[in-house]
């Protein structure tokens, strides 16, 4: 079994990554050009003096990385942190050690400190978005009734629309990721 540590020597810059994608790069891009890292914040400067890299598990075609990794870009490269990428799907060994409620939810990104331990995580979802998601499923007709994929497809691009451009949402990804690693980083 790889640890956690192979797995980021093995993976793909995060800036390379989103060079490559295929599907949903111009949105991820968007949050990458609009999004500004807050200035003066604390946990930059914490993570910057911590030793860290940062391994995300990922997939282009997914609406919440294509905007949590533009949001994490943003402060690994405020914070001079490498960051690389592997593929949920090609290798679900990984995945499977960080599963959300039982699924393989995505973006998941790890900490890893100088030892390839793991020292925090983070993912898929800041707590507004997940609201928001699940207010927006709430309002689904039953699966399998009439209207049912009609109704899931709008959402989904109406969520994909918010991801890029509600900046309450990539502020709310900051923040959330922030108060998620802040205290176990060593400063």
């Not at 030892?115 to 979802?125: K, L, S």
């Amino acid at each position: 079994m790889k640890s956690e540590q192979q797995y980021f020597e093995e993976g793909r810059p995060l800036a390379v990554y989103m060079d490559e994608m295929t599907t949903k790069k111009e949105q991820s891009f968007h949050v990458y050009e609009s999004f500004e890292v807050p200035a003066d914040d604390e946990f930059i400067n914490r993570l910057r003096d911590a030793d860290v890299h940062i391994l995300g598990i990922t997939e282009d075609w997914c609406g919440d990385a294509m905007m949590n990794n533009a949001v994490l870009r943003k402060i690994a490269e405020a914070a001079s942190v490498d960051v690389r990428v592997v593929l949920r799907d090609a290798d679900t060994e990984l995945i499977d050690r960080y599963l959300t409620n039982g699924g393989r939810s995505i973006p998941k990104y790890l900490v890893l400190n100088k030892e390839g331990e793991v020292i925090a995580t983070w993912g898929p979802r800041a707590a507004l978005v997940q609201d928001y998601v699940m207010n927006e499923k709430a309002k689904l007709p039953e699966p399998g009734t009439d209207g049912f994929e009609e109704a899931q497809k709008a959402i989904f691009q109406e969520l994909t629309t918010q991801l890029e451009t509600n900046t309450d949402f990539h502020m709310a990804t900051y923040s959330s990721i922030r108060e998620a690693w802040f205290a176990k980083l060593t400063s």
